[in-house]
């Protein structure tokens, strides 16, 4: 039986939020990567037309958004899947907390995590009572081990895994016997070379798994890359036996995408210009950004790709996540991401423009006065 789960972090920060709050021009929340811009008109107007859905939605997905996600699969990442080999989801998190559940994983097993990660890779094996392993050395994962997660690009410190650490990990959890996902969900939003040019490897590329797509998946989201985060457009693709598993349990448990959502979702994929446009918002606001964090004395780390920005200055994450509340600006806490960056903070850039140049402008004032 599952035991008590732990308080959700985010509510640590309420007295830093209302301190950011007294700021006479007003707090700028830079602490979630919630999408502000609009959604792609052309998703709007497909949801729209799809609003008379008065049957039950297939689980999984038509056969429209099936061949949508494979085609895009194929343009965007390299990976040819069939049809039959992907599977829409309700949104991403519900898939990353799930899956050990879908997987009828349990005790005395474990699932493996990045080390620095989003919690709710953890927070899948609690749900079950599997071990939860921060690890990123292959070599270090125990026997036990039934699920692997990778996250390329990184949420919160946006490194990216080359095709040699892909292929070694997917090596080990064969090994194991174990599944690996790919959590992919940021690969639009590169910013540094060579992944800017060459594009962020998926999991299931050819060049990490050859044409066997045996135990690995890729898990992606359109949230930020469509702002679609209020859609709960996501899907997963890879292991054609394992995705056969996965909606076999999700049609018990209803786990269903509504209709509408997936006609949106099949308008968005098809869609390259909105993605490009978003990338031009995200570089400008990334950049801006930056400048202002580094004359305050703050290093980047990583943020190689996606949508944040891991920063420190070398003292206790709550002394910066305070040092921002007095100036208006909440930030994320590194120690929310796991026990390994103690002095790390996250800041977000999917901000709008003006909130993106308020902080900065906030961060170069405080800057000559320290």
């Avoid at 790919?182 to 639009?188: F, M, N, R, V, W």
């Avoid at 076999?248 to 993605?275: I, N, S, Y």
């Avoid at 120690?335 to 902080?359: E, K, M, N």
Wanted: glycine share 8%; with cysteine; charged share 20%.
């Amino acid at each position: 039986m599952r035991g008590a789960l732990p308080d959700y972090p985010w509510d640590a920060m309420a007295p830093y939020a209302q301190r950011a709050a007294e700021h006479p021009e007003g707090a700028l929340n830079l602490s979630i990567g919630s999408p502000v811009d609009a959604a792609p008109e052309a998703v709007q107007r497909a949801l729209g037309v799809a609003s008379d859905a008065h049957g039950y939605p297939a689980t999984a997905g038509t056969s429209e958004l099936q061949a949508a996600i494979a085609d895009w699969m194929l343009r965007r990442r390299g990976v040819t899947v069939a049809a039959d080999a992907v599977l829409p989801t309700i949104g991403s998190k519900e898939l990353v907390a799930l899956l050990p559940f879908l997987l009828g994983l349990g005790k005395d097993e474990a699932v493996v995590f990045p080390r620095v990660a989003y919690p709710s890779y953890a927070m899948g094996a609690a749900l079950v009572g599997a071990d939860a392993i921060a690890s990123d050395e292959p070599a270090e994962w125990p026997e036990n081990t039934r699920l692997v997660w990778l996250n390329s690009p990184s949420n919160p410190d946006g490194r990216v895994l080359d095709v040699e650490a892909l292929r070694a990990a997917v090596s080990r959890a064969r090994e194991l016997g174990a599944v690996i996902v790919g959590d992919e969900c940021y690969a639009e939003f590169a910013w540094q070379e060579p992944w800017k040019s060459e594009g962020v490897p998926s999991i299931l590329d050819p060049r990490v798994v050859g044409d066997d797509h045996t135990g690995v998946l890729s898990a992606y989201s359109l949230s930020k890359q469509s702002n679609l985060a209020g859609y709960r457009a996501a899907f997963v693709a890879g292991d054609a036996a394992l995705i056969s598993q996965l909606l076999t349990v999700r049609k018990h448990a209803g786990l269903m995408q509504p209709g509408p959502v997936q006609r949106a979702m099949v308008a968005a994929l098809g869609d390259e210009l909105h993605v490009a446009q978003q990338y031009t918002k995200y570089e400008a606001r990334r950049a801006q950004l930056q400048g202002a964090l580094e004359s305050m004395g703050y290093r980047i780390d990583g943020s190689e790709a996606g949508l944040y920005l891991w920063a420190t200055r070398g003292v206790d994450a709550w002394e910066s996540i305070a040092e921002f509340a007095e100036i208006g600006i909440l930030a994320g806490p590194g120690v929310f991401y796991g026990d390994h960056s103690p002095q790390h903070v996250r800041l977000a850039i999917t901000a709008t423009d003006a909130d993106i140049a308020a902080a900065a402008a906030r961060m170069r004032a405080q800057s000559m006065t320290t």
